[in-house]
């Protein structure tokens, strides 16, 4: 059984050419961790990547922490497709690793 940690709400990716997808957004509770995994709607399709990188940004003003989560991908495809991906504020569950 998986234990859920933190929720992140994504709003946007960036490609990292030679090392993977980096998924931006604001954490909404809970804390990420290298190694945890992220579980997403991509496209009607349930997707669980591990977290191979984090960036923490700053809050300012009280605001939320802002973070972009690299993950681990399977080849240059799937980075192309999650590249093009518009994820419009999806929530991402983040699960501590195994």
Known sequence: MMIEKGKIEISETFKISGRGIVLAGIIIEGQINTGDFIQFEYNGESMKKRIIGL???K???GSKL??????NCENEVEMEKFHEWNPKLTLG???QGQ
């Open 66 to 71: 802002k973070v972009g989560i690299l993950i």
């Open 93 to 95: 569950k983040v699960f």
């Open 55 to 57: 960036d923490r940004g």
């Open 59 to 61: 809050k300012e003003n």
